[in-house]
């Protein structure tokens, strides 16, 4: 039997997903790619199966400014329940040891306030990281605990939302890299009656909120003009960047790989814009000499269809 092929598109732009429980980012990823019939498609940091809420994704030529938003800070409603600590520090894993729990708001507030500010943060087991090339998860499942380095983070805050019984809700500002599970693990320790998450929300990610995104069964019930207004131009990854006008004459040194003379502009990296205010990539000011770090391909000036897809690709 001959397979079906489908044809795939050279689509570039920011998708905003609310991502449903249950559901691995990259299986949202996927979900997402052919629902827009897209070759290429990543997000801009994993959000566990069993969290919900904003997950970024870079379809096309946005992919190469991710790591923006990567970077940058998140922030989590998280719900805790009291009492019980388990195996994995959320509620996929088995109980290990369950404590009485007579907390108070006032008390709860303290440790809260103790746990903020810059500190080092040890990744679960249960946890995405790789050593040896093999993720932390994979060496759990087998029944191993490897030696993990504590990474830097900080929580810059940490605010009561509900505390009732046995359950515990904060919303959590934080930089990369933060385990809420380990947090919600440290809460318990430091309240005495021990803790682990029961569910994570990211409602924010660097500049974007959970509002502004769209569910994966809304974009199925959309047709593909509506789908394509969801997208965000793919230099919004990159919007915490100062920017750079060229001229036709210093766009064309920056696109052939040349260096621009910008004697007195301040070092860093600039979102870099052409003729028209075309965004072109991303270049970066070294002693008063621009070079481009990362350009759009030249199929980003291809014509497109009417539907705004280039033409197709057909794939298996």
């Known amino acids: 039997m001959t397979a079906v092929r489908s044809a795939r598109y050279d689509i570039d732009g920011v998708l905003l997903l609310n991502k449903p429980r249950g559901l691995s980012s990259q299986q949202a990823v996927a979900q997402v790619k052919r629902l827009y019939a897209a070759r290429k498609a990543g997000h801009t940091g994993t959000l566990d199966p069993m969290a919900d809420g904003l997950l970024p994704i870079g379809l096309g030529e ?5 790591q923006f938003v990567l970077d940058s800070d998140k922030g989590y409603l998280a719900t805790l329940r ?5 195996t994995t520090g959320d509620a ?27 500190q080092v943060q040890t990744p679960p087991m249960h946890s995405a990281v790789k050593i040896g090339g093999k993720p932390l998860y994979a060496y759990a499942r087998a029944g191993e605990v490897v030696e993990r380095k504590a ?9 009561l939302v509900d505390l009732k019984e046995k359950t515990l809700v904060i919303r959590v500002l934080c930089s990369k890299g933060t385990y809420i599970r380990v947090l919600a693990e440290d809460i318990g320790a430091a309240l005495g009656c021990g803790a682990h998450l029961v569910g994570l929300t990211r409602e924010l990610a ?9 569910s994966i069964d809304d974009l199925e019930s959309m047709d593909m003009q509506l789908r394509m207004a969801r997208l965000l131009q793919p230099d919004i990854f990159a919007s915490s960047l100062l920017c750079l006008e060229l001229e036709t004459a210093a766009q064309r040194r920056i ?29 970066e000011i070294v002693a008063g000499e621009l070079r481009a770090r990362r350009l759009l391909s030249q199929l980003q000036s291809l014509p497109h269809n009417p539907e705004g897809l280039s033409k197709p690709v057909v794939t298996g």
């Open 82 to 86: 009291l009492g019980a600590t388990t």
């Open 92 to 118: 996929e894993g088995d109980i290990l040891q369950e404590l009485p729990v007579a907390v108070s708001f006032a008390a709860v507030a303290t440790v809260l306030r103790s746990l903020t500010g810059a």
């Open 255 to 283: 696109n052939s790989g040349q260096v621009v003379e910008m004697p007195g502009t301040s070092p860093g990296l600039y979102r870099l814009y052409g003729v028209a205010g075309v965004f072109i990539g991303i270049g």
């Open 151 to 159: 990474r830097a983070i900080r929580i810059d805050d940490i605010q």
């Open 206 to 214: 660097g500049p974007f909120e959970l509002a502004s995104a769209v």
């Open 62 to 66: 946005a992919t190469k400014f991710s």
